[in-house]
Structures are given as C-alpha cells and as structure tokens.
C-alpha cells in the first residue's frame, strides 16, 4: 500500500524480517516462473531505492536543506503507484582499476556531473552491465565505490526515464535466442531472457527533483555499500533457484541413465544440494538478522550471512556445472538436432537408440540433454560470468568479509588459552572490536 | 526442572526451537571454557535420552505392553535429578564391514544379546570410540545401524553403571597431555582433554530396569538415526568452537608476522570464518526449523541443515588447518622450548629474534606458535580423525544427504520448463516426492 | 615411408618414444592451427589402426589361421597411401547402464553381429559422439568395453567407408557457428569446428578384408583399453592447447584490465599455467617411458602418466574456465556487438568508454571479451562436457588409476617402517604386485 | 670421485641431467632408509655448494681479485674428503616482514657483516629453522632474499664449523620421540627423526678463506634462487616418500577395512596415487630439461617443473592427509596402548575386538593405526608446517611462477585467433617473451 494503493509487494519497504522474507520469495518465485532467468526489473530498482531512502534520510538529518530524502520518497511513489520497471546502472566502465576516478587520463571513465545549476544536472559517462534497461522505464544511477574529495563530482545518484535525450543503451546480441535453431535448443532462452547494455549518458540533464545524492562523497561508499548489500540478498534468492535448474536436471538426468545410486553420482547429486541449500541458509539468516536502521524506520540483511551466501555461489558456481555435466554425460554436446528426430526415415532409429527409461519418453530425454547444453553452451557463456562476477567481484568479496568480521571472540579464545595454559598475564588484551 | 526441583539445563527436554538453540548455546560456552575441548558428558547423554523417549514412546504406543518409555522417563529423572555424567556407546567394532551384524565369523563383532529372562539380558560385544567413559556414571549403549530381523538380537538399547561386573573400558594412551613437557607446549590439552575407550562388554547384566529397546529391529536404524541427528546438532556447536580456535589463532597470527593485509592472507581468513560460521548457520537453522514429533511434544533438529552443517564441517577441516598453518609460518614446528627461554644465557637472545610486534611480548608470539603446534600436532592426531569422522563418515552422510533431499521442487522445475520450451506435456509428472 | 611413398606423419607406426613425441608435436601443432580446435580425422584413425596392429598380432600368433593381422595391415597401407580421414566410433548407446550388452531388452543397445558368412559380415548397432565421421573417408569401429562370452557377438571391430548402404550419420546441430552473427562473434567456430554424430548401423554389411576382430570377447577388453590409451595420448596433445587458449587469453585480459601484478590474479594465472603444463609433463613422460610391445615392435604410451595427465585434464577444466573468467570480467557476456561498433554514432562512444590500454585498441580488446563469451557460452557447450568426459569417464579413470597402480614400493615401505619400529616381523609380507 | 678419491655421490658435482637423476635416486632411497625421514645432512650442504660454485664462478669472471671460487672449491674438497656433514641456515627471522633488512627497527633481525678487515668478518644475526645443525660438521649461511645496495652488509655467504665461537644453536624440543611412551606409538620418530634449531651468529668471526659472499648485493637474490632450486629439487626427491608413507598407509588400512572396492576409498587412494606421482613427474622433468651453467660446467634443475612440483605437494598435503584419514577412521585416535595388549585380562579382548583379516595379525593392525596417529599427531606438528613451508611459501611460489612463465606461445596462440577470426591485424604483435 502506498498512498491508499495496493502496489507491487516488490515496491513495499522492508521494515520487518519478515518483509525481507516474503521479498525474497517473491523474487525466488518470479525466477520460477522466468524458468530461472530473473525478471530484475523491479527488484534491483527497490533494492536501490531503499538504499536511496536510508542514505537520504540520514544526510537529511544533517542538513535539512538537501531536501535529498522527500525527492527519494516522491520518487517511491511514482513508480510504485504507476507500477514501473527500474533499471539500475552502477557499475563504471573504469578505464585503468589502479587509478581512481579523478586520476584517470580521461576524466568520463567513471560518471560525473559536468554542470550543475538549480535546474538540475548535466552528467557524462558510461556504465557496464546495466540490466534490463532497454525495457526499463527509469534508469536510476548509484555510484559504483568509496570516493574521495578529489572524486566529488563522481558521487551522485539519480534517476531519468530510459528514453531522455542523451542516453544510450547499447544493447549485447542476444546469442542466447539467435542461436537457438528450434525452440528444443531453447527451451529456456527462446521465452525468458534478460539483456545488459553499455548505458552511454552522453551529456544527459537530470532535473533537481530527481537528483538523490549530489558531490557526496564521504556517503558514496555507504550508499554504494548499502545498495550492494539489498542487491546480494536480492541475488540470492534468483541465484538458489539457478542452482535448482541445475540440481533438477542433474536428479532427472542420473535417473535417465539409471545411475542414480551410484557412488560418484550421488557425491555430485550432494554437492549440487549443498550449492543450492546454502543460498536458502544465507537468505533465511540474513533477513531474520536483519539491521534495523531507526531513522528512516527499515531493516537492511545481515552483511555477514548474505557476503558467504554470495561467496559460496560465485565460488563454487562453476564446480556445479562440472557436477551437472559429470553426471550427463556427452550427449549434451553430441545431440543430434530436433528436425532429425521429425524426418520420417531418422526419427525412429533416434527413438531406438536414444531410448529413455519408464520415467520419459525419448523424446523428453533428448531436450532434457538440449537443456543441460544450453545452459552450459549458450546461457552458459551469460551464466558463468554473472554467477562468478554479478553483484561485486570474488576477491573484492574476500577482503570485505575478512575486513567486517567481528574477531573478538575468537580472539578472546586464544586469550583465555594462553593465559589459562601459562598462568601468565597477556601484555595487550585484545578487544571485542579490533 | 524435573520433579519439581531445578536441573542441569543439559537434561532439559527440548520442546521449542528455542531449547535447542539454549541447548546449543550451553554446549558452545562449556567447551569455550575447556578451551575448545567439548565436556561431552552430559551432552551426549542427553541426546540418547532424547532420542530414546521419541522412539520408546512410539513403540509403546502400538504395544503399551512393552513398557519403554516409562523406564526412559525414570532413567531421565534418575541422571536428572543426580545431575549424572553418561557417556553413550554406540560405534560397533564391526569386523567386516561388508557383512551384516548376523553374518559376521564372529557374533560378537557387534554388541548383542545373549541371554534374556524376566530379570533383566546379558550383553557381549565391545563398543569403540566412547568418549569420556572412564569418567561417567552410566554408560548408554544404542544400536549402531539399521538391522534386518535376523540381526534382532543386535537391536538392543540399555544403560548401566560404568562400574558394572564385566564391563571393561580400555583407555586411549592420553599422547596429548603426555607429550607436553612444559605447560606451554600443551596449552590446551595439560589442562583439558576428552578420553575415549573400547568399551568392552564382556557379558554384562543388564536388569529388566534399564533395557529400553530389546530385540527391535525393525526401529533400530530409527533410534540410531534419531540419536546421530540430536548428536550432530550437538557436534556443530562445539566444532564451531574448534572453529574459531583456528580462526583466532590465524588472526592473532597475521597480525604478529604484520600480514594481515595481505590479500592471501585477508583469503584465507576469510576461509577460516567462513568454516566457522557455516557450522553456526546450520545451528541456527536446524534449531528454527525443528520437527515437532507429535507423541512425545519433544523437538528434534532439522536434518538437511544439520546434515549440510557436518558435511562441511567433515570436508572443509584439514583445509582450515592448512589456512592457518598456512598464515602463521615454519616456526610452529621449530620454535624452541620454554626451558631454553627460562635460560640467562639463551632468552635474551630468543626474545631478540624471536620478537612480536606492539600487540605482544615475545613471550606471547611464542607462546602462540605453540599453541598451533598443538592444535596441529599432540591435538592433531586426535583432532583430525575426529573432525574427519566424529559424528558419522562423509560417504554415508553424502549417501543420506542424497537419499533423504525433497528433489520435488527441482524436478517442477525442469518439469516446467521443458514443458514450457517444447509446448508439449511430459510423459510422466515428476511428484514432489519422488 | 608406407610402401617406398612418403606418408603422413600420422600414419607412421610408433616404434620409439621419440615417434610418440613427434606425434605429439604434430597434434600440438595442428591444433593450434585449427585455434585450438583438434584436427582428428587422421589421428584418431591411426590410434585405432596402431591398437589393432597390435591386438591382431597378438591373436594370429595364437591361432595364424585368424588373418587379422595382414587384413589391418593392408587397411594401414590403405589409408597411408590415399592420405585418408578416419572416424572411429567406439562408444555405443548402451541403454540400461547396470546391464551388460546381451542383457539390454533391446538387444542392439551394443552394435553387434547379426549375420556373419565367408564373405563378410552384418552388423547393427549405434554408436554415440563420433567426431568428424561426416567429412571422413572411412569409419572404423571398436568395441567399447570388455565382454563375456555371453557378449561374443558384440566384440567386433572392423571399417567401413563412410558412404556404405545402411550406414547413417545423425550430425549434431552446428550450435557455435550458427550462433556467430558476426566473425567477431564467433572468431574460432565460423573458421574452425568439428562436428559430432550418432552413428547408426543400420544393418550394415561390411566384407571380410575390412574385419579385424570377430567374436574375440575374450580380447575386446584389451583392444578397448589399447585404444583408449593411444587415443588419452592423443587427447593430452591437443588438450593442452585447448588450455593454452584459456591460459593466452587470460593473460592478456590481465594486461588489458591492468591487474596483473595484483595476488589475486597471479594466482588465477599460475593456477592456468599449471593446468596446461600438467598435461605437457604428462605427454612427455607418457611418451619416454612408452612400453615396447615385442611381436609387434610397436611402443605404446605409458599408462600411468597417461592417465594421471588425463584426470588432471578432465576434472581441473570448469576450476581453468572459472580462473578465466574471474581475471576477464563482467564484459564478457555484456559485450556489445560488432555491428553497433560499426555504426557512426554508437562506435565512437563505445571506443571511448570500452578502450584498452596501449597493448591493444579498443576493437581488439572488444575481440578479447568475444572470445572468452565464446569459449564459455557457444563452444562452452561443447567444450564443458568435451573436457570432462571424452575419452572416458572421470569415475572410471579414478577406478583404473587405483586398480592398475603397483603399489609395491608404498607397502613395502609401510611393511618396514612397522617391522623395524617394532623389531617384529609382519604376519604376512607384502609382495611388490598384490 | 674428487682429488683421486672416492666420495659421497652427495658431493659428486651435477654436471648432466643423468647426475640430478642419480642424486635424486640417492636421496629417495636414503629417505626410504629413514622410513620417510629425510637425512638431510649432505643434501643440503651439496646443494648450497653448487649454487654457491655457479655464483662465485660468475663473480669471479667480472673481478677475479675476490676469488670466492677457490675458496668455494676448496671447501668443496673439504667436506668431500672428509665425508663432513653440513647444514644450511638461510632463513632469517625477518621482524617486520613488511621492511627490507636495513629498514628493520633492530637492525640484526637479518643476518649481516658488523666488521671487515683482512682476516675475515664479524657477524651478527639469527637464522630461523636450521635443520640438523646440532648434528652437523659446519653451518653454511646463506642470504635470503634479493637485496638494494642498501642491504649490501647483509649479502653474504659463509661457512663456520658448529662449534665456532658465539654459535648458538637452540634445538626445538623433540615433541615427536618424546610423546612415544612405546616403540609402537613412535613406530618412525622414536627411530628416525631431524632437528630444527634456531641458529644464533652472537658476533661470530668468520676467516677470509671460508667468506663465499661478501656484501654482493646484486647477486644475493641469484645465489638465494639458484640454491632454492637444487633444494626444491631435493625436496621433492624426499617429499615423494613421505606421501608414499600415506599411500601405503591408505591402501593396507583400506585392505583390513574390506573397503579397497569402495568407490569413495578408491576415489582417495586415486588422490594419494596422484599427489606422489605428481612429485615423480616433476623431479623427472627438471632433471632432463636441467640447464647448463657454461662457465662452471654445471647444470640445475628446470624451474618451471621444479615449482610446478613444488606447489603440488605444498598445496595438496592436507587434503592427502584427509584422504588417509578418512580411509583409516576413528581408532587412529582411539586406539589403546601396546601395554594394555601386553596384559593378561585385556590382551585377548583386544586381539578379539581389533581383529584384522587375513593379510594382517590384529597387532599388526593395530600399529598400523598407530603409525597414521603418529603422521597426523606427533609427526603432523612437525610434518604439516614442513610440507606446507619448507623450500617457500605457497604464495611465494604462485607469484614466482606467474612472473617466470614464458606466456609467448599462449599470446602468440590468442593473437592468431583475433587475427583470422576478424581478418584484421593487431595493433600491438605480442613476443616470445613478453
């Protein structure tokens, strides 16, 4: 409810537990119904906007003049009353990584405002790997990391409707759908796909009103932080349910091939349990430990449980599939095509010597060989970079979680046993918080 | 409270989530104040009556006749109210593992009944593996595995007192605290150590009193599981402890040798908490989740988190010790005694080279070193096999994962999809339950 | 030399190690002319054609009545002569997996005798995943495992052309070239690719001079594994360019992202490096330590470093793609296309915002990207399960390894260490082949 | 042979790629001799003396008025003649791992020069994990790293006798021989066993003729890398038998568990052949493609094999451990004392319950279980810090083998394919060597 109006539940702030878990559901089931492709364009943009709101709320309180946080809410309200699909561009295309924004040669590598009056903004720059835009109906731009004063004009966030004058969506070939000769080499990608583009904002004006955050940049990394943090929680409720194509067609496929009770094959059918089941651990415990923020009145995940819920599934992603193809077998690559199978004088000997078990046809287990090939073929060169990079990079991952984590009472352990062990004193007693 | 007086939290019976989670939290402090070594003698005691009441009530209810629960429910009041230490026998000595208990040369190779009367049985058979037996009061046996009915003489389930005419525990050689010359080099284990025993059963009396499941066969695999599920709740909460003795160690490490920055370092911290809080995640989880056995209003753990908990504390622990080993450096293994630092001529020169930095004295880095030649070497040889193994081998814990996993909502979905993908219907619907 | 005429090096009968290292050469190179993908119409041809020479020998010298090996002989000078392409089809449909070939309902699950006279034979049966068999001059077949003599009619090996009445090739659909839009899209596959079939004999007649191993069940077993090794040699020469690829290409992306000194990336780097290296110390001591077989005078690879070089292929690929991908980054699959790079209003935009550093151009480090999306996605789908499962099993590569190993000097060493550091004898003496 | 007399084949000079083979077989069998302990106190003397010939050779060729080689030489002949056990101290205790050795707060936290003069040099410092230098003849010290013209009093070569004035060596306690209460829980160490010390230069004063190295600071990083390469060659030499130790252990305890047929089982011992193997390959391999010093004659090992190898065995110890424990089980830690079989009432009980089968006697059995406690107990203190360690960091060895790697034929592979793939040049043509 929004203004005495039922709107989209993805548009509802979380401000419970329990409304992180029915968020979380709905996008699980949504990517159900996708056949595990993500319909994002609402998600990513309520992940942003509750980032936006918390952020907002907090710089307002400082200074009430920045007005930041009632455009943010006035924002909420149109596209949650008008319903509408949000993409969300953050990540910049970034020119030399060593460099920081302000030090690269060519000063658009990272998005920055090149004007500003009291109309609004002129922005430039360009971001990669934005999803879903070309059918969004807003594109809302968030910063992509901590900044520097030096990087001021770098830190802004706002939001424009994908069709103003300047910006530029430069879709990738959907190779996913082109490839697919029948809908057989299809099945998932002929009905559900999802297109990234390069999002070129070419000297694009962005009025005052839809300005969020404007040369912040000592709140830059927090909100880009806090926005990350909604969006792994958001990619792992889509994320368990890809792990649940490839568990499924690894159960039915062992099934086919009579191997199910094998050793080897039940080792992968445990491994390919765990990968999925440990998504479901991370979201449950990261909504039920939720933060509560008090200003603005919403709850954020848990950081800890949703960076090793998103660890675990880029890290062992690709180790997934081997189980997945290990248990196949190599008539996902050599599968004779579905116009073979409908020719009068071939279809039959595919149906002798192709033949399934009682529990599928021939013909199922063919596309059930088709499936396991496009999502390791056509999906698959979509799939292995999104599940090893979406949502923020492996080792970027690694240093937060090691940088965030409470060591207190493992160390307090080792204190106790060294001073207990040599009935000494320690010279330093290490604190909760280090 | 039991009979109206207070008792040890320990023989509470679990009847919410939230009892098993007091349950858990009570393992995880009493083995932090044994310094990482787990006081099993309660614990495990509890899981047995635990498990006992579940079935002995259940069985009673077909039969009332054979009169189980009552005497579990006396037996629970007696080591409740006495506030007793048990230690649980249950791992056969098995001979060869390809054959069934009945099959065996020797009928002994698991623990049997060989006489019965209206007094009481007569046992033989040895049990291997009893932690903690030498110090209990009573020792509970349990069956090992399910059983067909030619094993019936095998399914059998009793108490006795750990003084009892022929029964006859042989104790490990206790290698860690024997090893420790000085107190430092066994920091741990010179003041905390758990024993095991072969519990040998040379023909012992069991009084009608203390039989709580005689000749059932067909439950035995329920009991043993029944009990490994409250047991393996029961593991994950003090291995998490283990856990964090490794993460402390690493962490008080990195910072001694100044590598904390590192980015292999930061990697395998981050390695080392996630070992840890996997296993936390499967408490909280398996706790949340409990099933509510409806006969006796007890609770017991959720078996695909616990099971999933295990497993990864089985498989990932070697490569945690690795981690650590890793991080802290070849003097874990060539730090010279504390009697040569104890030396005028020598400790200054030891406390010259060997020196820490700000956050410790020489004395302490050293002290830590060898704390983790401990934990990797006297404790090593105990800890290995046991965090390896303890609680149930990886291969039959896969096997069960595989075997027990609800594939119903995978299959839906490939279901779905090819359904989808083709427009045509499936030959046979996959049901939630396959 | 065949015959006093100049041959094809892949005809050349291996009669040293220095022949196996030349062969190995020739593959390595070919393949990295085909970018990678493997020219194996003359290779495969002469890995059956060298286990056939030496398989036949063997059972003329039993029973010389048998002809066989003259018969391949003339089949050797044949193909060297005309220069041929050979496909060889091994691998039959197999049906029911747990049953053997005279067990399966249908009993032409296993290609098989169905008529055999004094001018040939009949056979019937289907083979699965034969490379290049549709742009081959011959097609030979082998037996794809031991048999019994219940199975006699299905040991049989023999050749073909490939135009021969009955004999019908189901190609797989050409998936990486068609989904190629642009040159770009599909640098490897719209030049180079190879192309799999189901293979079905369709009651073929095949004349007596083209049947090399007729009913032999007892041998099948040895001409099944003879091949296999000659053709994991083969496939660890071409295996390895295929990881030189992954290794190139990762390389370069690091230089172009400019990571490459960062820990991270090193790591993934080494990791590659020693992918492709494992196999070349595979192939070279594979090749030196090759086993003379003395009637025949031919060498064969050693089976031990074969395939111990083929386990390390098989199960580290998906962890070498992982590594791969995590060093190159999210444009992988976001990449635009060529055909908007080339329009005058997007191109400009996409060079300034997608440039490379002064290695390369922008287009060209556009290319990079393309060609890591196409070694993931489109040939993904033939490369994973090609990687991991040709040339057998992971499962049963493992069960090999185990059983063939000469654990000799191990127990030996065992045996001493227990005697010497007890001053006991052992109860038996370990011989150096169990 | 040297000066006309025979001597040790330890000191025999590597001068082709058959003489590294023979020194490897040399320190394989005397390893084995030691029941996987390995005698290092020729090895790593003959070691440091190659490396150090090499070095000086080169440095006398620029400046023959150092005349290090002589002296070098003569030394050689020295120790030859006499048969004189040597050890090598290179690590130094490094403080701040994060400065160079001049930078360090206590500048003798490296080993330097503190006086000069005619007659020789005065040092001071401490060098960390000196393996059997109690034991030796003479103590040669080597520089540890590379060094600036900063560091210059720390780049220095030398050797001393044992029992030089002001060297203090100061042994770690031997945790291993004395936690054995009995032969058979100390079956390897109680017989066989090395010591590392802590090695103190207290102002030691070193004559010019035994002065190898004096303030070369451009060639301390060579001599430290020539000489990590012949000892990384040795250490797989040993470091093969040590995980032959684990694959014997594996496989005879496989056999009295009846588990040998056991998928998972032969899964791990497949894992345990391959990590020893791969060790085989490795010493093979940089022994044949060894390269040739001109100027001294001499050849050493192939880097690349040499860290391939190396990483292996550093990289995979701890999951071969988990691999025999997990085939062993739980009496690897639970077993009791050979004192209790020794008495009356408990032997037979024992011998009853603990039997083996018929390759085994139960006491036999039963020390075998004793002897893994003793390599993942007393011995893994030692053992798992060594294997992961000695010879270099794993993180050490990743770095250097990415920046070694010779990637031209990789880049000139993905050159190829962007080149035909589009049909356009390169900017930039990558080199052999980039």
Redesign the interface.
């Known amino acids: 409810m929004v203004d005495g109006r039922l709107v989209s539940t993805f548009y509802k702030l979380c401000r419970t537990p329990a409304d992180l878990l029915t968020r979380s559901r709905l996008i699980e089931e949504t990517t159900?119904a996708g056949?595990?492709v993500f319909n994002i364009v609402q998600a990513i943009g309520s992940d942003a906007i509750m980032a936006l709101m918390i952020v907002s709320k907090a710089l307002d309180q400082s200074d009430p003049s920045k007005g930041y946080f009632p455009r943010v809410s006035r924002f909420h309200e149109f596209v949650a009353k008008n319903d509408l699909a949000l993409a969300v561009a953050q990540?910049d295309?970034k020119?030399?990584?060593?460099l920081r924004p302000s030090e690269q040669k060519?000063k658009?590598?990272y998005l920055r405002v090149v004007e500003a009056n009291e109309k609004g903004v002129v922005v430039r720059g360009?971001k990669?790997?934005t999803t879903q835009a070309i059918v969004s109906d807003e594109v809302v731009v968030l910063p992509t990391r901590a900044m520097t004063e030096a990087d001021r004009d770098y830190a802004i966030a706002f939001s424009v409707p994908a069709n103003t004058r300047g910006l530029?969506l430069?879709?990738?070939?959907l190779?996913e759908a082109?490839?697919a000769?029948t809908?057989?080499?299809?099945?998932?990608s002929?009905?559900n796909i999802e297109v990234?583009?390069?999002t070129?904002f070419?000297d694009v004006f962005v009025p005052k009103e839809r300005v969020f955050f404007l040369r912040e940049w000592e709140a830059a990394g927090i909100l880009a932080n806090l926005f990350g943090l909604y969006h792994r929680f958001t990619a792992l409720s889509y994320r368990q349910?890809i792990a649940?194509?490839l568990?499924?067609?690894a159960?039915?496929m062992a099934e086919q091939?009579?191997?199910e009770s094998?050793?080897?094959v039940?080792?992968k059918?445990?491994h390919l349990?765990?990968y999925?089941?440990?998504s479901r651990?991370?979201i449950?415990?990261a909504a039920?430990d939720a933060v509560k923020d008090e200003l603005s009145g919403m709850v954020y995940p848990n950081s800890?449980?949703a960076n090793?819920g998103k660890?675990?599934s880029n890290t062992q992603?690709?180790?997934s599939?081997?189980s997945l193809?290990?248990i196949?077998?190599?008539?996902?690559?050599?599968?004779?095509?579905p116009?073979?199978y409908a020719r009068k004088d071939?279809g039959p000997?595919?149906k002798?010597?192709?033949?399934g078990?009682?529990?599928?046809?021939s013909?199922?287990r063919m596309?059930?060989f088709r499936?396991i090939?496009?999502l390791?073929?056509?999906?698959?060169?979509?799939l292995?970079?999104?599940m090893?990079?979406?949502e923020g990079?492996?080792?970027a991952s690694?240093?937060a979680?090691?940088?965030e984590?409470d060591?207190g009472?493992?160390?307090?352990?080792?204190t106790?046993?060294?001073v207990?062990?040599?009935?000494?004193g320690?010279?330093?007693k290490?604190r909760a918080r280090p």
Chains 1, 2, 3, 4 share one sequence.
Do not use: C
């Open positions: 159900r056949s595990g990540t295309v020119g030399d990584r060593m060519d658009d590598l360009a990669a790997h530029k430069i879709a990738r070939p190779v082109e490839s000769m809908p057989e080499e299809g099945l998932i002929s009905k990234e583009s390069l070129i070419d349910v649940e194509t568990l499924g067609a159960k039915m091939n009579g191997t094998a050793s080897h039940r080792e059918l445990a349990i765990m999925r089941e440990q651990m991370a449950r415990l039920l800890l449980w090793i660890l675990q992603y690709m180790s599939v081997q193809v290990d196949a077998g190599g008539l996902v690559s050599t599968m004779p095509s116009e073979d071939i000997l595919m002798k010597y192709l033949a078990n009682a529990k599928m046809s013909e199922e596309n059930l499936l090939r496009e390791t073929g056509s999906m698959g060169g979509l292995a970079p999104a090893v990079h979406a990079s492996i080792a690694l240093i979680l090691a940088r984590y060591f009472s493992s160390k307090a352990l080792i106790k046993i060294l207990e062990g040599t009935g000494k320690l010279k330093h290490p």
